[in-house]
Nanobody
């Protein structure tokens, strides 16, 4: 069983930055981030393959940057120019090679952006 543990969430003012990290207990093909805001469905934010190919949701493109360290089995999300609408629980996600859906989830970390 793969375990994923997020860290780095917190409270920040609008325009500020936060860096989320996720430690993964195994090597996973694709690592990514999702978020679920109050009263909203969970949504895709970004993912990155073991080879370094990344994808972003339009709402965060240009503000958020995903990266991973394959040697340490970690994935990070650098979030800049944060907006109140970025407030959500952020989840680390892992997808196996060939899988069309998320196979592993972290427990989530709260990010709150105040106006």
């Amino acid at each position: 069983q793969v375990h994923m543990v997020e860290s780095g969430g917190g409270l920040v003012q609008a325009g500020g930055s936060l860096r989320l990290s996720c430690a993964v207990s195994g090597s996973i093909y694709s690592l990514g981030w999702y978020r679920q805001g109050p009263g909203k469905q969970r949504e895709f934010i970004a993912d990155i393959t073991r080879g370094g190919t990344s994808n972003y949701a339009g709402s965060v493109k240009g503000r958020f940057t995903i990266s991973r360290d394959n040697a340490k089995n970690t994935v990070h999300l650098q979030m800049n120019t944060l907006k109140p609408e970025d407030t959500a629980v952020y989840y680390c996600a892992g997808r196996l090679y060939g899988s069309s859906s998320v196979d592993y989830w972290g427990q989530g970390t709260q990010v709150t952006v105040s106006s």
